[in-house]
């Protein structure tokens, strides 16, 4: 597998080591980016061809000849859209960038075509009443509302499959035919979608104990069904096996800012005085990557939590991974926040 980091270089850099990247790294593009390591600039093999026929040297400065205005895409493009713009415009690559324009990735044409199909169970939370969305959620079940044109689900179900995932099992309780009836079988999106119906609430974990023993042993992944995100889901599962854990928990960085000064000292003596501090916390982004040896420990409709599940295996000397995600990531359990993603899929459109 190709590395596309090793392909970003720094504007005041060299055409010799670009030439050097272009052979070594065999993905024909360099990323030219300045001290903010913000994309300003590409450089492919005719970028270079062209400037040593105008006279430029090896020891030019990438600066001085790069392509400053190259096609990019945003880290929350699905696949599909990203396909589109790379047949429309010819392109062989396609750098992915970050709303502040820094590198996040590279897609090419081949690994675009090349992306295989990935065999692992995905298990999407959707049995919850959604009680903080009343009285949205009094008729419809919270991942059947909708965000834009297409409910909430859908949008995590695209996103997936954009990601190559194809085998899904939809946890359901509350309102579960209205989410039987649209999802249906998966047929619509040449993906296979099966059920697990909770006769009564299980937990954050407990809809897992109602799986099929004869599970591949692929890692699963299960995310909650009300998370708009766009989280890098190949990374997360090479970052699993890497790591070799039981499980990894994708999670968020928080800030809490403390309203007042807040005085430290010993004993008496005031020893430092900081204003308004802030106080960061990883908080768990509902986003999970599982051994299926972990089922094992969840019985037939018992009633257990994500974090009581994966507390137990750490006690008893489990390894269990946290993944940070920057990604576009938003919990739309609350009336605010999915007024925002209204608000957000509505200013897309303009």
């Known amino acids: 597998m190709y590395n596309w980091k090793k392909t970003i270089l720094h504007q005041s850099e060299t055409m010799e080591r670009a030439i050097e990247v272009l052979n070594k790294e065999a993905l024909r593009i360099v990323m030219v980016v300045n001290k903010d390591n913000s994309l300003v600039g590409t450089i492919t093999d005719g970028d270079i061809r062209r400037s040593l026929i105008s006279g430029l040297t090896l020891s030019s400065k990438l600066k001085e000849f790069m392509f400053t205005s190259p096609t990019v895409v945003k880290n929350n493009c699905d696949r599909s859209e990203i396909l589109e713009i790379m047949n429309e415009l010819d392109l062989l690559q396609i750098p992915v960038v970050d709303n502040n324009k820094c590198v996040v990735g590279l897609e090419t044409m081949q690994g675009m075509h090349n992306k295989k199909k990935l065999d692992n169970v995905v298990v999407l939370m959707a049995g919850g009443f959604g009680k903080r969305l009343s009285p949205l959620t009094d008729k419809t079940p919270k991942p059947l509302l909708k965000v834009g044109d297409q409910p909430i689900l859908e949008d995590i179900l695209k996103h997936l499959i954009s990601a190559g995932f194809h085998n899904f099992y939809i946890s359901t309780h509350y309102k579960a035919e209205m989410l039987r009836d649209y999802f249906g079988d998966g047929e619509k ?107 094992e420990f969840i019985g037939k409709d018992q009633y257990i939590d994500m974090p009581d599940l994966l507390e137990q295996q750490i006690s008893n000397g489990k390894q269990v991974n946290l993944f940070p995600i920057h990604e576009e990531w938003m919990d739309i359990g609350h009336i605010e926040t999915f007024k925002k993603a209204q608000d957000d899929a509505h200013n897309k459109k303009e």
């Open 189 to 295: 999106w040449n993906v296979s979608i099966k059920y697990t119906y909770e006769k009564f609430p299980l937990g954050t974990a407990g809809a897992l104990g109602l799986l099929p023993k004869n599970l591949s042993k692929n890692p699963i992944l299960m995310m909650n069904g009300d998370l708009l995100t766009k989280i890098d889901l190949r990374e997360l599962l090479s970052f699993h096996k890497e790591e070799k854990a039981l499980a990894t928990i994708c999670v968020r960085k928080y800030g809490l800012q403390v309203p007042y000064g807040v005085i430290e000292s010993k004993a008496s003596r005031v020893t430092k005085i900081i204003e308004k501090p802030i106080h960061n916390f990883f908080i768990n982004a509902g986003i999970y990557i599982l051994n299926p040896s972990l089922l």
